[in-house]
T-cell receptor, first 111, second 113 residues
Framework: SQQGEEDPQALSIQEGENATMNCSYK?????LQWYRQNSGRGLVHLIL?????REKHSGRLRVTLDTSKKSSSLLITASRAADTASYFC???????????FGTGTLLAVQP | GAGVSQTPSNKVTEKGKYVELRCDPI?????LYWYRQSLGQGPEFLIY????????DSGLPNDRFFAVRPEGSVSTLKIQRTERGDSAVYLC???????????FGPGTRLTVL
């Protein structure tokens, strides 16, 4: 079963705009990760944030984590057409041996 | 270096047939995972190997599904008596240890007619 929900389910923006995606989860976690998936195939790891961190940056990506609300957000700044993909959050559910994924956000960046 | 590879990339089979899906993890990675992704959904965990042993198979949907990793490297996911509901993309991932980032392969798209 899925860990939680991602919001919005789909997002369409213009190149150069920022894109924000939200993720909610249900159980306690050690860390939360964001992945990108192109065309429904392999997932690419983007960033990991630990439960004792509140914000993390990597290039044009900014991730926040609020463990009290069991939620995270992914911000992509200055979006590009190549950012078009599905984005998934994944938690470890408090264990270390598997990832529990959200339902994903489909991002379309219009050139 | 080489990433996780999976073969075949696509598999079409008939209901009731047996299929094997192969995963080659990144060299040196001790942990290997199988996930299944249905259309429009996020991946769902199936099974986790630490070395040669299946440390957690709680995600396998029923006894038609089985996976092995006999030498602690390549893994094979085996599905017996396939059903149309088994149609999905089967993803494999590996990590250096169970606490490290999981790196995913391109997946095998299984279609059961």
């Amino acid at each position: 079963s899925q860990q939680g929900e991602e919001d919005p389910q789909a997002l369409s923006i213009q190149e150069g705009e920022n894109a924000t995606m939200n993720c909610s989860y249900k159980t306690s976690i050690n860390n939360l990760q964001w992945y990108r998936q192109n065309s429904g195939r392999g997932l690419v790891h983007l960033i990991l944030i630990r439960s004792n961190e509140r914000e993390k940056h990597s290039g044009r990506l900014r991730v926040t984590l609020d463990t009290s609300k069991k939620s995270s957000s992914l911000l992509i700044t200055a979006s590009r057409a190549a950012d078009t993909a599905s984005y998934f959050c994944a938690t470890d559910g408090g264990a270390t041996n598997k990832l529990i994924f959200g339902t994903g956000t489909l991002l379309a960046v219009q050139p | 270096g080489a990433g996780v590879s999976q073969t075949p990339s696509n598999k079409v089979t008939e209901k009731g047939k047996y299929v094997e899906l192969r995963c080659d993890p990144i060299s040196g990675h001790t942990a290997l995972y199988w996930y299944r992704q249905s259309l429009g959904q996020g991946p769902e965990f199936l099974i986790y190997f630490q070395g040669t042993g299946a440390a957690d198979d709680s995600g396998l949907p029923n006894d038609r599904f089985f996976a092995v990793r006999p030498e602690g490297s390549v893994s094979t996911l085996k599905i017996q008596r396939t059903e149309r509901g088994d149609s999905a993309v089967y993803l494999c991932a590996s990590s250096l240890t169970s606490k490290d980032t999981q790196y995913f392969g391109p997946g095998t798209r299984l279609t059961v007619l």
